[in-house]
C-alpha cells in the first residue's frame, strides 16, 4: 500500500465507454448472484444429508447445559426451572429426526433417568434409519468392550458428543469416562458465561466509545467522508465488483458439477483470480493509478499503527449495533425456526491442521479480501451513485447475504459490514476496515478453539 496522509487531489472526470450499460449489466449480475447463493443454501439446508453428521450447534448448547447443571449441582441450587429453559433452547436447533432422538438423549442427562423408551421407540418406527440408533442406546450398558464394537463406531460417527453423552448415563457418578464428560460440559459451559460477560463489558466501552465518536461527528471534529466520485468512476467500480462475484460463485460450482475429484485447495485458485481481476478491473477500464489507489484505499492513511488502533477503536465502538443485530437475529430464528449458523464451527469440531486452515481463511483472507471487494469497490462505487447511506445498505446486505449464516444471521452481519464502511469513510485507507474485520473473526476462531 501506498503512503497517504490524506487522499490525493482527484483528477478530472474520465469518460468510460459503455459506462451505463456495464452498471446496469452490473448491478443485474449482483443481484442474480445474491439470488444464487439464497438458493443454494435454502435448497442445502432443506435437502436430506446423504448420510448422518453430527449438529454441532446443538452438540455446543448440550454441553452448555450438562456444564451449568453441573455446576448448580456442586452448589446446592436447584436445576429444575434452568433445565426446562435450556431444553426449550436446544429445541429451536432440532431440524431432523436424528436432532429430536439427541434431545431425548439430553432429556434424560438432565433428568437422571434413561431416555424416554416410548419416544425413541415412536421415532424408530416413524424413521427407519433411528432403529439401529435406538437400538443401540438400549443396550449401551450391556457392551463389554465399546471400542472393539462396529455398531458403536457408526453411532459415534453419527452422533459425536451426544453419543458419548448416552454412553456415560448408564456409568457410576465417579466412573472415570463419565467425569470426563461432565468437564467437558463444564468446560463449554464456562467458556460461553465468561464469552458472554467480556462481551457484555466490551459492549459498555463500546457504547461509551459510541457516544463519544458521535458527539465528535456532530461537532465536527470526526469527519466521515468518501471522496467525490463521478457516476462512471462508480459504475466502473461496481463493474469490477460484479466480475469477482461472479468468478467467486460460478467457477467453484461448476468445478462441484464436474465428476472430477479436486484437492480442497483447487477452490482458492478461482477465488485469488476473481479477487485480482476484480481489483485491477478499474485500471483495465482506464482509470488512473492514483485515482485507483485513493478510491479503493490502498494508502497507508495517517500510517499503520495509527490505522490499526483506529480498526480496533471502531470495532469497539460498533460493539452495541452489533447486540442490536444478535437482538434482531434472535426474533428472525423465533419467527422462522432457523439458527444462524456457520459451517466453520463443523471444522472447529475437526483436527488441528483443519483449525489452522479455517484460523487461516477467516483472520487473513477473509479481512483482506472482503475488504478490497465490499468497502474498496463496491460501497464507493453505490455512494457515487445512491449517495453513502444507501450505498452502505445495500453494500452491507449483499455482504450478509452471501454468508452463509442464513437470514438470522443477516442483520447482525450488516451492523458488522456497516461498521467497516464507517471506518472506511473516517479513515479512506482499509487498514483500520482490515483490522476491525480481522479482530472480529480471530475473537471468533478463539472460541470456536476454546469450546472445541
Not at 81 to 107: F, P, Q
Not at 207 to 225: A, D, E, H
Not at 242 to 258: C, D, G
Not at 301 to 325: I, Q
Amino acid at each position: 500500500m501506498e503512503s497517504a496522509a490524506s487522499p490525493p487531489p482527484l483528477p478530472n472526470a474520465m469518460n468510460y465507454r459503455c459506462s451505463r450499460p456495464g452498471l446496469v449489466l452490473a448491478l443485474i449480475v449482483i443481484a442474480a448472484c445474491a439470488v444464487f447463493v439464497v438458493r443454494v443454501q435454502t435448497m442445502e439446508r432443506d435437502e436430506p444429508a446423504p448420510e448422518v453428521r453430527p449438529n454441532r450447534m446443538l452438540e455446543l448448547l448440550a454441553r452448555y447445559a450438562v456444564g451449568t447443571k453441573a455446576f448448580l449441582q456442586s452448589t446446592g441450587q436447584s436445576t429444575a426451572e434452568l433445565n426446562d429453559a435450556m431444553l426449550r433452547d436446544v429445541h429451536t436447533l432440532s431440524r431432523t429426526d436424528e436432532d429430536a432422538l439427541r434431545i431425548l438423549m439430553l432429556k434424560g442427562w438432565m433428568a437422571d433417568q434413561p431416555p424416554d423408551a416410548a419416544k425413541t421407540g415412536a421415532l424408530a418406527q416413524k424413521n427407519e434409519g433411528l432403529k439401529a440408533d435406538v437400538e443401540m442406546l438400549g443396550r449401551l450398558s450391556s457392551i463389554p468392550d465399546l471400542a472393539a464394537d462396529e455398531d458403536w463406531k457408526l453411532f459415534f460417527k453419527r452422533h459425536g458428543w451426544m453419543a458419548q453423552l448416552a454412553r456415560v448415563q448408564t456409568l457410576e457418578a465417579k466412573d472415570p469416562l463419565r467425569q470426563a464428560v461432565v468437564q467437558q460440559g463444564m468446560g463449554t459451559a464456562m467458556v460461553l458465561i465468561a464469552g458472554m460477560m467480556l462481551g457484555m463489558l466490551a459492549a459498555v466501552g463500546g457504547l461509551v466509545l459510541m457516544i463519544w465518536g458521535i458527539r465528535r461527528w456532530r461537532g465536527g471534529k470526526l469527519p466521515l467522508t468518501l471522496g467525490r466520485r463521478s457516476r462512471a468512476h462508480g459504475g466502473v467500480l461496481i463493474e469490477g465488483f460484479a466480475i469477482y462475484l461472479l468468478l467467486f460463485l460460478l467457477i467453484p460450482w461448476l468445478m462441484r458439477q464436474l465428476p472430477v475429484s479436486w484437492p480442497r485447495w483447487a477452490a482458492y485458485v478461482p477465488a485469488l483470480a476473481a479477487l485480482i481481476l476484480g481489483m485491477l478491473w478499474p485500471l483495465l477500464r482506464g482509470m488512473q493509478k492514483p485515482l485507483w489507489r485513493e478510491t479503493l484505499g490502498l494508502h497507508r492513511g495517517a500510517g499503520w499503527f495509527k490505522e490499526m488502533g483506529a480498526g480496533v477503536l471502531g470495532w469497539l465502538a460498533a460493539l452495541p449495533l452489533l447486540v442490536l443485530g444478535m437482538i434482531a437475529a434472535s426474533w428472525i430464528t423465533k419467527l422462522t425456526g432457523q439458527f444462524p449458523s456457520h459451517p466453520i464451527v463443523e471444522v472447529f469440531a475437526g483436527n488441528g491442521w483443519a483449525k489452522l486452515g479455517a484460523v487461516v481463511l477467516a483472520v487473513v483472507w477473509a479481512p483482506v479480501s472482503e475488504e478490497l471487494m465490499f468497502r474498496g469497490l463496491l460501497f464507493p462505487g453505490l455512494s457515487a451513485w445512491l449517495r453513502w447511506v444507501p450505498g452502505m445498505l445495500i453494500s452491507a446486505f449483499v455482504f450478509a447475504v452471501i454468508h452463509p449464516q442464513g437470514w438470522a444471521g443477516v442483520p447482525a452481519i450488516m451492523a458488522l459490514a456497516a461498521t467497516f464502511s464507517f471506518l472506511r469513510m473516517w479513515r479512506h485507507s482499509l487498514i483500520a476496515p482490515m483490522i476491525a474485520h480481522a479482530l472480529n473473526n480471530g475473537l471468533m476462531c478463539a472460541m470456536m478453539l476454546l469450546l472445541w
